[in-house]
């Protein structure tokens, strides 16, 4: 009896991590109550697949955080705009399939949230004030956005003096992965501050070139305007060597002399030139 006894104080310490099974003495002798079923034939095996379990967690972890790689070829875009944006509002058009239904288009004073709507402006200004759509460059700016910089000219054809209205700036295009077109199109002018939706700075830069006013009657070289700020303008002149030449000398003389004859409204909006007086 002592014997066993004994073997049964040792069956239990061996299995107390487990379970409390153990043989007791009982009233009619020895009682075996039933072992639960083994789960883990060893700790290590027990350790190993707790970092199975773990290594799983995190793997499921980092493919819930990395999407699928987008098949966009923003490269193909950029070059798209290149040879399609030049046909803005000529009588080609842009190709309506590169946009989405729902794209959104936004500039200070106008917004669209539809590929109707956003060709309904172009029409309108269009029709209103023929523009001269100017596109110096595009370029990847995002995993999915491309910007361009641009110049537009437009002449106010319903007014009798035609004034000239002049924009430069960026537009920002989104791109839908899902898709591979263009979802939207924001644009930023350089002549104002604030160029969300609705800007009354924007509103008041428009009226401000509708005003009556008459170019001085001079011969002026060819230029195109790269920028144009609410206090300056860059401009790019088209000259030949002679010509360049000769305004180079000019500006040179004036920069040492008071006494030349200046004309500061040479060009209207700060582009002027100087000449020797006779």
């Known amino acids: 009896m002592a014997t066993t006894t004994r073997l049964a104080h040792q069956t239990f310490r061996l299995n107390a991590a487990v379970s409390f099974t153990s043989c007791q003495p009982g009233a009619r002798g ?6 639960p079923p083994k789960v883990f034939k060893s700790r290590n095996l027990a350790v190993k697949t707790n970092q199975n379990l773990k290594w799983a967690v995190r793997l499921n972890l980092v493919n819930q955080s990395s999407p699928p790689k987008s098949t966009v070829d923003v490269e193909r875009l950029v070059g798209f705009l290149y040879d399609d944006l ?11 399939a590169a946009y989405d239904e729902q794209v959104k288009f936004r500039d200070p004073i106008t917004k669209h949230d539809t590929i109707g709507g956003y060709l309904f402006n172009i029409s309108l200004l269009k029709k209103l004030f023929r523009p001269d759509f100017q596109l110096h460059w595009v370029k990847q700016t995002g995993p999915y956005e491309i910007t361009t910089r641009w110049t537009m000219v437009m002449k106010f054809v319903l007014l009798p003096w035609k004034p000239e209205l002049i924009f430069t700036g960026t537009s920002v295009m989104g791109i839908n992965p899902d898709t591979g077109k263009f979802c939207s199109h924001v644009d930023f002018w350089d002549s104002i501050v604030n160029n969300d939706y609705f800007s009354l700075e924007g509103l008041w830069d428009v009226f401000k070139q509708l005003r009556v006013y008459k170019t001085p009657d001079l011969e002026t070289p060819k230029y195109q305007i790269l920028k144009r700020t609410a206090n300056y303008e860059v401009v790019c002149f088209i000259l030949d060597r002679l010509l360049l030449i000769h305004y180079l000398y000019a500006y040179t003389l004036l920069q040492k002399s008071a006494s030349l004859q200046t004309y500061p409204q040479f060009f209207e909006r700060h582009r002027s030139y100087a000449f020797l007086s006779d």
């Open 86 to 96: 030049p046909h803005l509002f000529d009588d080609q058009g842009i190709d309506r």
């Open 30 to 35: 020895l009682t075996r109550l039933p072992l």
